[in-house]
T-cell receptor
Framework: EAGVAQSPRYKIIEKRQSVAFWCNPISGHATLYWYQQILGQGPKLLIQFQNNGVVDDSQLPKDRFSAERLKGVDSTLKIQPAKLEDSAVYLC????????????FGPGTRLTVT | GNSVTQMEGPVTLSEEAFLTINCTYTATGYPSLFWYVQYPGEGLQLLLKATKADDKGSNKGFEATYRKETTSFHLEKGSVQVSDSAVYFCALNTGGFKTIFGAGTRLFVKA
């Protein structure tokens, strides 16, 4: 069974530039998550999709971050414009359902904003 | 609100030593509790979980018991190996949408 795929693995941009990350979840998983993991901290949920609908985006900085999940499968997360404090690893995860279900994580995208 | 507190790392042990990583939580209701592990250069993966009080989760020699009376879910292993070197995250979910992760504890095991 293929795991969660993410690309790119690494990205370096200057502040005020834009960037996009892509995630392909495990086939059949209805729930998709984007997390931000700052160095030395645990993952923080940015947005959660159930199929192609948003169920939680309370911690997504909506003035600069956006995410979509077209057709309930792949997802993209965009930052525009980036700030220095956006430097982090962006993790995508998927699960069969919500709450008590195991989440399967991708390898992450390490973003450096200079 | 809901939260998870883990012991600070790094934890450095010699091979075959006993491991304990403390985790306590604050939650409304009856959460499910998880331990995830992150090996260098990889994403997080579930190590074990427990969904109700007094449950014991176990996997790969690791164990954790859901203690409601002390709101704890400490991770233990009787004999660590170099290959166990990783970052360990305690997490909870109260049945709502969001899983809350602790800050992580880095483990180094020396040969």
């Amino acid at each position: 069974e293929a795991g969660v795929a993410q690309s790119p693995r690494y990205k370096i941009i200057e502040k005020r530039q834009s960037v996009a990350f892509w995630c392909n979840p495990i086939s059949g998983h209805a729930t998709l998550y984007w997390y931000q993991q700052i160095l030395g901290q645990g993952p923080k949920l940015l947005i959660q999709f159930q199929n192609n609908g948003v169920v939680d985006d309370s911690q997504l900085p909506k003035d600069r971050f956006s995410a979509e999940r077209l057709k309930g499968v792949d997802s993209t997360l965009k930052i525009q414009p980036a700030k220095l404090e956006d430097s982090a690893v962006y993790l995508c995860a998927s699960s069969e359902g919500q709450a008590h279900y195991e989440q399967y994580f991708g390898p992450g995208t390490r973003l450096t904003v200079t | 609100g809901n939260s998870v507190t883990q012991m600070e790392g790094p934890v450095t042990l010699s091979e075959e030593a006993f491991l304990t990583i403390n985790c306590t939580y604050t939650a409304t209701g009856y959460p499910s509790l998880f331990w995830y592990v992150q090996y260098p250069g990889e994403g997080l993966q579930l190590l074990l979980k427990a969904t109700k009080a007094d449950d014991k989760g176990s996997n790969k020699g690791f164990e954790a018991t859901y203690r409601k009376e002390t709101t704890s879910f400490h991770l233990e292993k009787g004999s660590v190996q170099v290959s166990d070197s990783a970052v360990y995250f305690c997490a909870l979910n109260t049945g709502g949408f969001k899983t809350i992760f602790g800050a992580g504890t880095r483990l180094f095991v020396k040969a």
